[in-house]
């Protein structure tokens, strides 16, 4: 893997001097957060450190993060996640990690809140739909997770899933998508230190509609590869299925890449609408070139390197 160079303004210019603590594997008090069986709320208080990823722009609002989503599970319009999702427990939850590993496990997400170094990192967002926010998530390194199972030699991609309950997820009772809504990564990518699991948004728990209690925030590739309320994650030796290559094969690849001069069959990608700056649901707002890997490319760039990336979409 190469070294990471990160390219953003360093956490101490935009972060209180007393927050920044530092290199990241910050540990979270294990006492500071709770462990399983405490209730929810009980998690308001993310115990992150401040991080080295940070990308250097304005901060989507909250309310424009939390309202404007795609989680088709609870419908595909963009206010039905907030509208439909208050049914959904989100606590207790179970993630099992297991196929090509040598120690197959289950874990409680509040136990590994607990006890895995949580970091605050704002990244850059770039949906398909060409529109970015920039988002400020708290969450732990997968890598961090696929070490506690210990990949096999012989693994090579991962293979996440989000969880099916037709009782607290209205949208699973029709056939929007083929359910249960998956992703897949290569393993390389997956171990990359800017994959992150997020547990948290703005500082708090994440709210249903964006992926409670635990998704993957993949910020160089498109949004949609950022799977959401994971429940299993399967280290395979082949390719997996992804939700939407299923659904639309010829404008929706394995890898995702943010690439502007791909265009999808349907739109340009050459720029994005930046959510938050004026125009909501309606369009307007501010719109910004789009760059390469989303401008993660100094860090992931080198796992392409020799692809064709207008072929390999
Ligand atoms: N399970 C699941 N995960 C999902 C989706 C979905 O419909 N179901 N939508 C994806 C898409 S298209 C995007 S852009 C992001 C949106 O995340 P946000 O609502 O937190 O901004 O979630 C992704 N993860
Ligand atoms: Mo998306």
Redesign the pocket.
């Known amino acids: 893997m190469p070294a990471f160079k990160p390219p953003f303004i360093p956490s101490s210019e935009i972060t209180p001097k007393g927050l920044y603590l530092g290199r990241r594997h910050f540990m979270a008090g294990a006492g500071a957060i709770g462990l399983a069986g405490i209730a929810p709320p009980a998690l308001a208080a993310l115990n992150a450190k401040k991080t080295d990823y940070v990308v250097g722009d304005t901060i989507t609002p909250k309310e424009d993060?939390t309202t404007?989503?795609?989680?088709?599970?609870f419908g595909t319009g963009k206010g039905d996640?907030a509208a439909y999702s208050g049914d959904f427990k989100p606590f207790p939850w179970k993630i099992k990690v297991d196929g090509m590993v040598a120690k197959p496990m289950e874990f409680d997400v509040e136990e590994l809140i607990a006890t895995l170094p949580l970091e605050e990192r704002v990244y850059r967002?770039r949906?398909?739909?060409a529109w970015s926010?920039v988002?400020p998530w708290t969450g732990f390194m997968l890598s961090d997770l696929l070490q506690k199972v210990e990949p096999l030699g012989s693994a090579k991609y991962v293979d996440f899933r989000?969880a099916v309950r037709p009782d607290q997820m209205p949208g699973v009772n029709y056939p929007i998508?083929e359910w249960?809504?998956r992703?897949g990564l290569r393993l390389d990518e997956a171990m990359h230190p800017l994959t992150l699991m997020a547990v948290g948004?703005y500082g708090d728990k994440l709210p249903n509609?964006?992926?409670a209690p635990i998704?993957l925030v993949l910020p160089w590739k498109?949004?949609?590869?950022?799977?959401?309320?994971i429940e299993t994650i399967t280290l395979t030796d082949t390719q997996p299925q992804t939700?939407?290559n299923m659904a639309a094969a010829n404008e929706y690849g394995f890898y995702s890449n943010v690439n502007p001069e791909r265009d999808h069959p349907r739109w340009s990608q050459a720029s994005e609408r930046v959510l938050g700056t004026g125009g909501g649901f309606f369009g307007g707002g501010d719109r910004r070139d789009t760059e390469m890997f989303n401008g993660y490319g100094e860090q992931v760039a080198s796992l392409y390197a020799g692809m064709d990336l207008i072929e390999n979409y």
């Open positions: 993060a404007y989503n795609n989680f088709y599970e996640p967002f949906c398909v739909e926010m988002l989000t998508l249960p809504y992703e948004i509609q964006n992926g998704r498109y949004g949609f590869k950022s799977i959401k309320s939700s939407w």
